[in-house]
Nanobody, 122 residues
Framework: QVSLVESGGRLVQAGGSLNLSCEAS????????MGWFRRAPGKDREFVAA????????HYAESVKGRFVISGDSAMKWINLQMRSLHPEDTAVYYC???????????????WGRGTQVTVYS
């Protein structure tokens, strides 16, 4: 079992920056990738970014490329999401996930955090 706890979400003005963190505990040696997903009000959960153990594979959603940066440690104990040039459309609950593949499909992720709210106002 792996437990994930997100932090860092808050209210931020459009154009601003924010850093999200996710700490993993438990059997992290069983996972080989971690990622961020988000769910905006009234919308489905969507992929944001993912990173493999050691950072060899990194993927971003097109909507955040060039604005968000994902990073993590080789032990899969934590990942961060540096967010800049935030838009109101980035408003969502951001979820950390851990699993076996740094891909967009949620089927690769077995463990999920409870989420942290990011609200971007204009």
């Amino acid at each position: 079992q792996v437990s994930l706890v997100e932090s860092g979400g808050r209210l931020v003005q459009a154009g601003g920056s924010l850093n999200l963190s996710c700490e993993a505990s438990g059997r992290t040696f069983t996972t080989s990738a971690m990622g961020w997903f988000r769910r905006a009000p009234g919308k489905d959960r969507e992929f944001v970014a993912a990173i493999s153990r050691g950072g060899g594979t990194i993927h971003y959603a097109e909507s955040v490329k060039g604005r968000f940066v994902i990073s993590g440690d080789s032990a899969m104990k934590w990942i961060n999401l540096q967010m800049r040039s935030l838009h109101p459309e980035d408003t969502a609950v951001y979820y950390c996930a851990a699993g076996l593949g740094a891909f967009e499909d949620t089927k690769y992720y077995r463990y999920w955090g409870r989420g942290t709210q990011v609200t971007v106002y204009s």
